[in-house]
């Protein structure tokens, strides 16, 4: 599967079409679904990218005749390019469920933002990813539709909640594809498939129709196969949104556009927090993985300190309070009246209400729902929210803070690799702390990349990912570095089985 930069160079020269690019994808996913381990990573192939692949040839033929191909390219920079999309994320006139059963059929009745600028940029939405239910989950095991399994090994798990975006991309079925992310859903996947995966700084993309989990730490996210392929989307959907209050402009757009290393390694000071260097439970591979990150570092010149921030050791705590409770009220709205797929026997409306909510979500959401209800209820009147809240507000002090005299921090993305399908599924708080070294980014609003670094020898030489942080809207400066990764290690994948 080429990068972005070279099928745009592909669809300028005439060596490929946009229709041949959907086509072949249509095709990887037709033999996929027919094999006897299919990854599931697609819900579904949009019928309409075929024709909007047409449309899209037509504009380049057009203006290589008249000689305004550059033009062409500058006005729409992801022409003919095709992308995967999440399935919690609208896209007019197809359906969306958020791997529920509650909203079997429900079609988007308009574009998402950041389907809306893709689009204007000449990109192709090629179809609907899996994902957990409601983007509640680290594996993608707890979608209606069944798990996602893992393109380097169908027995491993492809991480989640945006699991089916990432096997989508790691499977080289799509060129790059957007999730969503509120404790580590984009990165985590990244790394299990090893592939890039982006969470920017909250605002940076906009949430308008994107059907939400915790609002205040949501946030769409970007996955590829180099950092250049994130960039690319990222510099035409990122900016302020009249829908999206929250929604923000990103400085240096500009050297997204045409990405470059970046230019003084040497000059890098990069924190890790002791937190996660004391971690119990942190695989060997991942730890030897840390290791040889900080050594290639150091080798460019970086310094790097060990940093103290025990407010990070409550980060877990704090992320799935305040998580679950923005969950619980941002679900009633699934109730069978408003929206949702409705169970009615006819015995009232409370019954109503229970059956339909019964029916429609799986177990893991109802857990959450009932677990946030639970924590604002009049017993507690609020309190335990608003104490997580305080962490949280402590946390992106502390990490503004640490950011005025470093400029990245560094850690492992998750602490083991990849897992077996149905290795946790049953075991909740297990799963919960795949999101260990991802919910501080998410509580602190700031940007944060996930990189392939390297393979596991013990656990079937399944991917293992790194992660460089920066401070809010530094999504530049953390691409151009994962830039300088990637070229000196380029091709160090593994074959997919």
Same mark, same amino acid.
């Given at each position: 599967?080429?990068?972005?930069?070279?099928?745009?160079?592909?669809?300028?020269?005439?060596?490929?079409?946009?229709?041949?690019?959907?086509?072949?994808?249509?095709?990887?996913?037709?033999?996929?679904?027919?094999?006897?381990?299919?990854?599931?990573?697609?819900?579904?192939?949009?019928?309409?990218?075929?024709?909007?692949?047409?449309?899209?040839?037509?504009?380049?033929?057009?203006?290589?005749?008249?000689?305004?191909?550059?033009?062409?390219?500058?006005?729409?920079?992801?022409?003919?390019?095709?992308?995967?999309?999440?399935?919690?994320?609208?896209?007019?006139?197809?359906?969306?469920?958020?791997?529920?059963?509650?909203?079997?059929?429900?079609?988007?009745?308009?574009?998402?933002?950041?389907?809306?600028?893709?689009?204007?940029? $000449?990109?192709?939405?090629?179809?609907?990813? &899996? +994902?957990?239910? #409601?983007?509640? =989950?680290?594996? @993608?095991?707890? %979608?209606?539709?069944?798990?996602?399994?893992?393109?380097?090994?169908?027995?491993?798990?492809?991480?989640?909640?945006?699991? $089916?975006?990432?096997?989508?991309?790691?499977? &080289? +079925?799509?060129? #790059?594809?957007? =999730?969503?992310? @509120?404790?580590? %859903?984009?990165?985590?996947?990244?790394?299990?498939?090893?592939?890039?995966?982006?969470?920017?700084?909250?605002?940076?993309?906009?949430?308008?129709?994107?059907?939400?989990?915790?609002?205040?730490?949501?946030?769409? =996210?970007?996955?590829?196969?180099?950092?250049?392929?994130?960039?690319?989307?990222?510099?035409?959907?990122?900016?302020?949104?009249?829908?999206?209050?929250?929604?923000?402009?990103?400085?240096?757009?500009?050297?997204?556009?045409?990405?470059?290393?970046?230019?003084?390694?040497?000059?890098?000071?990069?924190?890790?927090?002791?937190?996660?260097?004391?971690?119990?439970?942190?695989?060997?591979?991942?730890?030897?993985?840390?290791?040889?990150?900080?050594?290639?570092?150091?080798?460019?010149?970086?310094?790097?300190?060990?940093?103290?921030?025990?407010?990070?050791?409550?980060?877990?705590?704090?992320?799935?309070?305040?998580?679950?409770?923005?969950?619980?009220?941002?679900?009633?709205?699934?109730?069978?009246?408003?929206?949702?797929?409705?169970?009615?026997?006819?015995?009232?409306?409370?019954?109503?209400?229970?059956?339909?909510?019964?029916?429609?979500?799986?177990?893991?959401?109802?857990?959450?729902?009932?677990?946030?209800?639970?924590?604002?209820?009049?017993?507690?009147?609020?309190?335990?929210?608003?104490?997580?809240?305080?962490?949280?507000?402590?946390?992106?002090?502390?990490?503004?803070?640490?950011?005025?005299?470093?400029?990245?921090?560094?850690?492992?993305?998750?602490?083991?690799?990849?897992?077996?399908?149905?290795?946790?599924?049953?075991?909740?708080?297990?799963?919960?702390?795949?999101?260990?070294?991802?919910?501080?980014?998410?509580?602190?609003?700031?940007?944060?990349?996930?990189?392939?670094?390297?393979?596991?020898?013990?656990?079937?030489?399944?991917?293992?990912?790194?992660?460089?942080?920066?401070?809010?809207?530094?999504?530049?400066?953390?691409?151009?570095?994962?830039?300088?990764?990637?070229?000196?290690?380029?091709?160090?994948?593994?074959?997919?089985?």
């Amino acid at each position: 599967m080429y990068t972005i930069n070279e099928t745009i160079e592909a669809l300028k020269s005439g060596t490929t079409s946009s229709v041949a690019l959907v086509k072949k994808s249509f095709e990887t996913f037709e033999a996929d679904k027919a094999s006897e381990k299919p990854l599931n990573a697609f819900l579904e192939l949009y019928e309409d990218a075929l024709t909007k692949a047409e449309i899209a040839d037509k504009e380049i033929a057009e203006a290589k005749a008249n000689g305004s191909l550059d033009a062409l390219f500058e006005k729409k920079p992801l022409l003919g390019v095709p992308f995967a999309n999440k399935d919690n994320i609208s896209s007019k006139g197809h359906k969306l469920t958020c791997g529920s059963k509650i909203l079997t059929g429900y079609v988007a009745p308009y574009n998402a933002t950041v389907i809306d600028r893709l689009e204007k940029a $000449g990109a192709i939405p090629l179809g609907r990813c &899996n +994902q957990d239910e #409601f983007a509640m =989950g680290s594996s @993608t095991e707890y %979608s209606s539709y069944g798990a996602t399994r893992n393109p380097i090994n169908r027995e491993y798990v492809s991480g989640g909640s945006s699991g $089916g975006s990432a096997a989508a991309v790691s499977g &080289n +079925q799509a060129l #790059f594809s957007i =999730g969503t992310e @509120t404790g580590g %859903s984009v990165r985590l996947p990244a790394s299990y498939c090893g592939i890039y995966g982006l969470k920017p700084t909250y605002g940076v993309l906009s949430r308008w129709g994107v059907v939400a989990y915790g609002s205040s730490l949501d946030q769409v =996210g970007i996955m590829g196969h180099s950092p250049s392929d994130i960039a690319a989307p990222l510099a035409c959907m990122a900016g302020v949104d009249f829908y999206d209050d929250t929604s923000a402009d990103l400085p240096g757009v500009e050297k997204l556009k045409e990405l470059k290393p970046y230019a003084d390694m040497s000059s890098l000071k990069i924190a890790i927090p002791k937190q996660f260097l004391e971690t119990k439970g942190l695989d060997a591979d991942v730890q030897s993985a840390f290791n040889e990150t900080r050594a290639w570092f150091e080798s460019k010149g970086a310094k790097i300190d060990e940093v103290d921030l025990p407010v990070l050791d409550a980060s877990i705590a704090s992320y799935y309070v305040i998580a679950l409770s923005e969950a619980a009220s941002n679900l009633s709205r699934f109730d069978g009246i408003r929206y949702g797929n409705r169970v009615d026997n006819g015995k009232g409306y409370d019954e109503l209400y229970v059956d339909t909510r019964s029916d429609g979500f799986g177990p893991e959401v109802k857990r959450r729902i009932v677990i946030g209800n639970y924590v604002l209820s009049e017993q507690f009147s609020g309190d335990t929210y608003k104490k997580g809240m305080t962490v949280r507000a402590r946390i992106q002090r502390e990490m503004a803070k640490l950011f005025e005299s470093y400029d990245i921090v560094l850690a492992p993305t998750c602490p083991t690799p990849a897992f077996k399908l149905g290795q946790k599924v049953d075991d909740p708080l297990e799963m919960y702390l795949s999101d260990m070294y991802t919910v501080f980014v998410n509580l602190a609003r700031i940007p944060s990349i996930n990189v392939p670094a390297g393979n596991a020898k013990e656990t079937d030489n399944m991917p293992i990912g790194m992660q460089f942080a920066g401070p809010m809207f530094s999504e530049a400066k953390l691409l151009e570095i994962a830039q300088v990764w990637e070229e000196d290690h380029k091709g160090c994948g593994v074959p997919l089985k």
